[in-house]
């Protein structure tokens, strides 16, 4: 089936470390989106890909770092300096070649920093 | 610049209700798409539709209907005859025409639906 994964479903983590989420589609979609989710808040962009080996920051990129090596690949790096990482993250991708579509998320990621 | 205001934060229905999510929207672009997803308490945004800046017929699938106007810069999607499974977060979202033109989410309306 095709679809986007994202794992682990729920990821805890010691202060001062870096983790690392994992994001994978197999829809052939050219852009790929990293979002952050807040308790009762609304979705914030944190990095996007528009094409294999480029990314763009979104509104909240720093303590981030992405890459994208492949197209169905484009994991997302929380690093130590993040000072609030706890939280729900997803991932979406968007099939850009033929005009404007709809983005398709994963499941999320839920991160707690412990 | 590009904003979605969703300006109902929470709304409670009793089952079997019809309730309107309302949407309102502000851009530039004289072309654009907005869309609705649905967030359930797993987590996972579903889509719901997209519709196309030039095109303002309103929408009906099953119970779900959208009301375009463009006039009024408005977005608003009504669930007729609720259902505790329709109990959900939904986003109201905009973009510009061109491809690398980034969706812009609103805060999203917490719907519950009660037994």
């Known amino acids: 089936d095709g679809g986007i994964t994202q794992s682990p479903k729920y990821l805890f983590r010691k202060e001062g470390q870096n983790v690392t989420l994992s994001c994978e589609q197999n829809?052939?979609?050219?852009?790929m989106y990293w979002y952050r989710q807040d308790p009762g808040q609304g979705l914030r962009l944190i990095y996007y890909?528009?094409?294999?080996?480029?990314?763009q920051k979104g509104d909240i990129a720093e303590g981030y770092s992405v890459s994208r090596e492949k197209k169905e690949s484009f994991p997302l790096t929380v690093t130590s300096a993040q000072k609030n990482p706890t939280a729900f993250y997803l991932c979406?991708?968007?099939?850009?070649?033929?005009?404007?579509?709809?983005?398709?998320f994963g499941p999320g990621t839920r991160l707690t920093v412990l | 610049a590009q904003k979605v205001t969703q300006a109902q934060t929470e709304i409670s229905v009793v089952e079997k209700e019809d309730v309107t999510l309302d949407c309102v929207y502000e851009t530039r672009d004289t072309t654009y798409y907005l869309f609705w997803y649905k967030q359930p308490p797993s987590g996972e945004l579903v889509f719901l539709i997209r519709r196309n800046s030039f095109d303002e017929q309103n929408e009906i699938s099953g119970r779900y209907s959208w009301n375009f106007q463009k006039s009024t810069s408005s977005f608003n999607f009504t669930i007729t005859a609720s259902q505790v499974v329709d109990s959900a977060v939904y986003f109201c979202a905009l973009s510009g025409r061109r491809r690398d033109d980034k969706i812009i989410f609103g805060k999203g309306t917490r719907l519950h639906i009660l037994p």
């Open positions: 829809l052939n979609h050219d852009a």
């Open positions: 890909s528009q094409i294999v080996n480029d990314f």
């Open positions: 979406a991708s968007r099939r850009t070649a033929s005009g404007v579509n709809e983005q398709f």
